[in-house]
T-cell receptor, first 112, second 114 residues
Framework: KQEVTQIPAALSVPEGENLVLNCSFT??????LQWFRQDPGKGLTSLLL?????REQTSGRLNASLDKSSGRSTLYIAASQPGDSATYLC???????????FGSGTQLTVLP | DGGITQSPKYLFRKEGQNVTLSCEQN?????MYWYRQDPGQGLRLIYY???????QKGDIAEGYSVSREKKESFPLTVTSAQKNPTAFYLC?????????????FGPGTRLTVT
């Protein structure tokens, strides 16, 4: 059974710092990997989607990488801002409908 | 405005009552999903549907039921058989039937059962 782990569970950084969030998964037979952001009490906002054949995706200050063979993905956030404070969730897609298996998230706080 | 809507935002029920959560999308997406989120945890898949009139159980389907009579609607019923129904429920949809283009989420419904 696929298991997804996110480390660290919580992270606090000063504004302007570059940071890396980690995601690992136990079964490398994935179709895609998706990073989400969740604000308190809200739904999920999709940040980046990486297909299994891709190595990375970029959107603005965000860059996500995927190493399927080692079962790892990282989300890099450049020049962090207080507005980046949220929980970041990693999910891998498996099965006929690319059902997502989620990690427990990293709660990020960016201090002004 | 295109998107996924879930209603209501907050729902309160007494133990032993069935309750139905609404999920509607106007994105013309084929696949729809229901997830449950408990405090401090990631999401767990309850049910999913790739086409109208067809749906599949996810990891934690016991105590839940769904229907998919229309492409744009995928309601979830939480039955009295669900032992711990209090949670945050999230609906998602995906273009096509394969989920290859990623999943996109609604705002969620917080259900409290007392």
């Amino acid at each position: 059974k696929q298991e997804v782990t996110q480390i660290p569970a919580a992270l606090s950084v000063p504004e302007g710092e570059n940071l890396v969030l980690n995601c690992s998964f136990t079964d490398s037979a994935i179709y895609n990997l998706q990073w989400f952001r969740q604000d308190p009490g809200k739904g999920l906002t999709s940040l980046l989607l990486i297909q299994s054949s891709q190595r990375e995706q970029t959107s603005g200050r965000l860059n996500a990488s995927l190493d399927k063979s080692s079962g790892r993905s990282t989300l890099y956030i450049a020049a962090s801002q207080p507005g980046d404070s949220a929980t970041y969730l990693c999910a891998v897609g498996t099965g006929s409908a690319r059902q997502l298996t989620f990690g427990s998230g990293t709660q990020l706080t960016v201090l002004p | 405005d295109g998107g996924i809507t879930q209603s209501p935002k907050y729902l309160f029920r007494k133990e032993g009552q069935n309750v139905t959560l609404s999920c509607e999308q106007n994105l013309n997406h084929d696949a729809m999903y229901w997830y449950r989120q408990d405090p401090g945890q990631g999401l767990r898949l309850i049910y999913y549907s790739q086409i109208v009139n067809d749906f599949q159980k996810g990891d934690i389907a016991e105590g839940y039921s769904v229907s998919r009579e229309k492409k744009e609607s995928f309601p979830l019923t939480v039955t009295s058989a669900q032992k711990n129904p209090t949670a945050f429920y999230l609906c998602a949809s995906s273009p096509g039937t394969s989920g290859l283009l990623g999943q996109y989420f609604g705002p969620g419904t917080r259900l409290t059962v007392t």
